[in-house]
C-alpha cells in the first residue's frame, strides 16, 4: 500500500468523511453577513475553533479542508489549526485552487486557476501540516453547457494540479462540480456528469496520478434546482452509481460528495441511499460544506459565545453523516 493510499484510507474509512471548512474569506463574509454577524478574522477562527473542538471530531470527521487564513490562525487556548485538528486523530487538508475565473472565449463558463507557484505554496503547506488538498473545477450545465473547451481545461489543471501535490507527498481530492444551478433533467445532469469525469480520468492518467493516492469528490445526480421534477433518494442512488461506475477506475480508493445546495437531510439521506445501494468496491462518504456546518452556524449566530449548543448541533449533523456513510441512517434518528 503506497503512502498516499493510506492517507486517502485514514480520512474516508469507517464511515468517516469530510468537513469542508475551506470558504475563501469572500465566500465566508456572505454566510456570516447572512446570520448577523461581523466577518472579522477572529470571528472565523471563533466559529471553526469551536467545529474542530467538537466531540465529533474524533468519531466521524477523517480530514478537514481548510482555507489559507485558517491553516495559519492559532487557536484561542495556543494550539495551531493542524494540531487542534491532528489531536483528534483527522488529518489537516488545505484548498489550494485560487478560484473560477471565467473561462477566455467561453466567457459564460469557468476556469479553475492557482497553478502557477503552487509547488512553493505546497511546501509551505506540508510544512504546516497539511496531508491533503482540494482543487475544484466548476461546471455550468445546459443542452449546449459546459462546453468540449470547458471540460478538457478544467481536467488538464486537475491533472497538472495533482501530480504537483503528489510529487508534495500530499493525496488530491479531484473536485470537479457540475453545478445543480438550472432547470436540467437528472438524465442531463447524468450524461454530463460522465463526460466530465471521464475526461479528469483521461487527463489524470496521462499525467501519471496514482488513482490509488487521490479522493474523487463529485456531484450527485440530480435534477437542476430550477426543475419542477425532483427524483427520489433511491433513484439518485442508482443513477450516481451508475454514473461513477462506467467513469471511475477501480483504483480510486474512494468518493466524497459535495453537497452542492442540498439540505443538510436531503444530503444525509442520499449518501444513506448511495451507501444502502453501492455494488462497487469505492468508499462512498461525504465532503460537506453547507450541509455540515449551516445549523451550527445558525445556532452559533444567535450567540458566538454557546459553544456547546454549537457544537450539540454539529455534533448530530456530522453523526447523521456518518451514518449515512454506513448506509444506516433513517429519519427517525435525524429526529430523535
Ligand atoms: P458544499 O458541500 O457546500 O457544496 O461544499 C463542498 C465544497 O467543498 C465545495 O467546493
Known amino acids: 500500500m503506497s503512502e498516499l493510499n493510506k492517507i486517502a484510507l485514514k480520512i474516508i474509512s469507517n464511515g468517516k468523511g469530510i468537513l469542508a471548512a475551506d470558504e475563501s474569506n469572500g465566500t465566508m463574509t456572505k454566510r456570516l453577513t447572512a446570520v448577523g454577524v461581523n466577518?472579522?478574522?477572529?470571528?472565523?477562527?471563533?466559529?471553526?475553533?469551536?467545529?474542530?473542538?467538537?466531540?465529533?471530531?474524533?468519531?466521524?470527521?477523517?480530514?478537514?479542508?481548510?482555507?489559507?487564513?485558517?491553516?495559519?490562525?492559532?487557536?484561542?487556548?495556543?494550539?495551531?489549526?493542524?494540531?487542534?485538528?491532528?489531536?483528534?486523530?483527522?488529518?489537516?487538508?488545505?484548498?489550494v485552487d485560487t478560484g473560477a475565473k471565467d473561462l477566455a472565449s467561453s466567457p459564460e463558463e469557468k476556469i479553475t486557476e492557482g497553478l502557477d507557484g503552487l509547488r512553493e505554496r505546497l511546501k509551505k503547506y506540508y510544512e504546516l501540516g497539511a496531508r491533503f488538498t482540494k482543487w475544484r473545477g466548476v461546471y455550468k450545465i445546459s443542452e449546449k453547457f459546459p462546453s468540449?473547451?470547458?471540460?478538457?481545461?478544467?481536467?488538464?489543471?486537475?491533472?497538472?494540479?495533482?501530480?504537483l501535490v503528489q510529487e508534495s507527498k500530499m493525496v488530491p481530492?479531484?473536485?470537479?462540480?457540475?453545478?445543480?444551478?438550472?432547470?436540467?433533467?437528472?438524465?442531463?445532469?447524468?450524461?454530463?456528469?460522465?463526460?466530465?469525469?471521464?475526461?479528469?480520468?483521461?487527463?489524470?492518467?496521462?499525467?501519471?496520478?496514482?488513482?490509488?493516492?487521490?479522493i474523487l469528490k463529485p456531484n450527485m445526480i440530480l435534477d437542476g434546482n430550477k426543475s419542477k421534477d425532483k427524483i427520489s433518494s433511491e433513484e439518485?442512488?442508482?443513477?450516481?452509481?451508475?454514473?461513477?461506475?462506467?467513469?471511475?477506475?477501480?483504483?480510486?480508493?474512494?468518493?466524497?460528495?459535495?453537497?452542492?445546495?442540498?439540505?443538510?437531510?436531503?444530503?444525509a439521506e442520499?449518501?444513506?441511499?448511495?451507501?444502502?445501494?453501492n455494488n462497487t468496491n469505492f468508499i462512498m462518504t461525504y465532503s460537506y460544506g453547507r450541509a455540515l456546518q449551516q445549523s451550527a452556524l445558525s445556532v452559533w449566530s444567535k450567540n458566538i459565545n454557546d459553544t456547546l449548543s454549537t457544537q450539540n448541533t454539529f455534533n448530530h449533523r456530522a453523526k447523521m453523516c456518518t451514518l449515512a456513510a454506513k448506509g444506516k441512517w433513517s429519519n427517525k434518528l435525524e429526529n430523535k
Not at 52 to 73: A, H, P, R, W
Not at 182 to 206: A, M, P, Q, R
Not at 270 to 277: A, E, G, Q, R
Open 39 to 95: 466577518s472579522s478574522p477572529e470571528n472565523r477562527l471563533k466559529f471553526r475553533e469551536t467545529l474542530f473542538s467538537s466531540e465529533c471530531m474524533k468519531e466521524c470527521i477523517g480530514g478537514v479542508i481548510l482555507y489559507d487564513e485558517t491553516i495559519n490562525q492559532i487557536t484561542s487556548f495556543g494550539k495551531t489549526i493542524p494540531d487542534l485538528i491532528s489531536s483528534s486523530g483527522a488529518v489537516p487538508g488545505i484548498k
Open 148 to 163: 468540449k473547451l470547458a471540460i478538457y481545461s478544467n481536467a488538464h489543471a486537475l491533472a497538472r494540479y495533482s501530480a
Open 270 to 277: 442520499n449518501l444513506n441511499s448511495i451507501n444502502k445501494n
Open 236 to 267: 439518485v442512488s442508482q443513477k450516481t452509481i451508475e454514473c461513477l461506475k462506467d467513469s471511475v477506475p477501480s483504483d480510486v480508493p474512494g468518493i466524497a460528495f459535495l453537497s452542492g445546495g442540498q439540505s443538510e437531510v436531503e444530503a
Open 173 to 214: 481530492i479531484v473536485e470537479p462540480e457540475v453545478l445543480m444551478d438550472g432547470d436540467h433533467s437528472f438524465e442531463l445532469c447524468l450524461k454530463k456528469t460522465s463526460e466530465v469525469i471521464k475526461k479528469c480520468f483521461e487527463e489524470l492518467i496521462l499525467h501519471n496520478v496514482d488513482l490509488s493516492g487521490i
